[in-house]
């Protein structure tokens, strides 16, 4: 008996393997039921993932908490900087690109505090390479934060105090 | 959750759902696409990526999605990866493998941003534009030849999707002010103080930023007017008729801080004109251009919903078999 896989063939005499695929009314449906699951996980999903880590305050890139000028302004800024001692005098450490992305390793000037002394020589020297400061002119790097405050009706910011965070030896 | 408030909630996740799920016409996704795609490859193309390689390997830091590099990458092969993802939104715009290529710009431009940011401080610039971008990236493929009145689920949720991210992304920014300063982020003199503090990156010089940061009335609307802005943007997005009115808004919004402060935030506005501006046409309307939302194929018998496979119909066949009188597609 020649197989066939049509409604004129009783069930009993066909074959597993010549199991029919879905008809197109079916496969269309499926396709759509499909859709939908994968239309509202990833919307949901996405949405979710962003309260999420906003929530939490995670900063994993572009995983962000989304804190932009988020805290409120005073009059008075607290900074920290990088100073080098050397022969001529002391020496403002900053890269001589003050664009993106090198002025921004400032940023982790916070980090030295918790670094390991090598981890710290290792920092101070890469920033001392990028301002164009030779470390072997250099004696000490001090870590240093400094309070400012602008004076009314004046367009410049007053140095109040300044305080010696930590020293590095590059 | 019972009770009148609890079903009034259920009832408006279920239209929200709906809405998500709804058919779309495929010419829309193709538009926000093709669109999204020029954004990213704008930035890739104005941006010298090449200055990732002068930061020391002592100083980069590692959390973001490319923290998993430990190696600092050399000049040359952050320039194959820009022109990687250049090629990628070639091949979206000239509609050659389009899923393929927005995946290929995407992974690229994401890399390349996520390396410029890995300096110690969360940059924001980029990020919009590549959590948007993110949801398209599981959206199907447009078919190269358009049904006039086609719609399916298929091409309705991506684009609904990139405005759901958008919205978050803008409510989130605004959640997160009211979350650490409270109201005193506008009623104080926060705004004053920012743009003292800033004002030094204005374009336009200083003098005129601090002439308005003295102005207590003048920096506390622009406060209050950016956090309302960012708290409603789901609201202003939902709406077909206010999301043009949304993406001026932003751009005044993003404007003013570039005037004020120096800050480049064009992206996002970019990326919100990119995903609403589409979204804000009626349903049968297109953008102008064929290259932006593709050639239309008319014909009665595609007058109906769009295939679901995203099959490619040969248009041109089925033309001329439709005149020699057969009516079996090929």
Redesign the interface.
Known sequence: MPLRNDARTARGHRPAWTAPWPDAATRAAQATRHDLHRARAVTYGIVLTLLVTAAVEAEVWPLTAYRLFSTVRTGTTVSLELVAATDDGDVLVQPADRSEPLATTARQYPDLSTATPERRREMVTAWLALAGIDPAAVTTVRLERAVRTLPDGTSTWVERSRETVLEVVP | MSGPAGSSLCRAARVV?RA??APGPAHRLLEVRTLLALVIGLRLATRDWT??A???A??T?H???M?WLLLAPPAWLLVVVQCAGLLGVALVVARRSGRAGFVLAWCAY?AL??L?????????P??LT??VG??LL?AADPPQALPATGR???W??PP??AL??LA??YF??G???L???GT??VF???MS??L??G?SGSPFG??WV?AVADQPWLTQALAGGALVLELTAPVWLAIRVTRVPFVLAVAAMHGSIWAFLGLDYSAWVLTAAAVAVPMALRPGRRLPGRWLSGPRLSGRWLSG?AH??GARPAAGAVVEMRRSGVTDRP
């Open positions: 759902d998500l799920v200055r990732i002068d930061r020391p002592a100083l830091d959390g973001t999605v923290g994401t941003a996520a410029w940011g890995s300096s110690g401080k969360v940059l924001h980029d990020v590549v959590t993110f949801v599981l399916s689920p298929h309705g949720w609904r999707a759901a991210a978050t992304v989130l920014t959640a997160q002010k979350r650490h300063s005193g982020w104080s003199d926060n103080w920012v003292r503090q004002g200083e003098a601090h919903p679901e496979d």
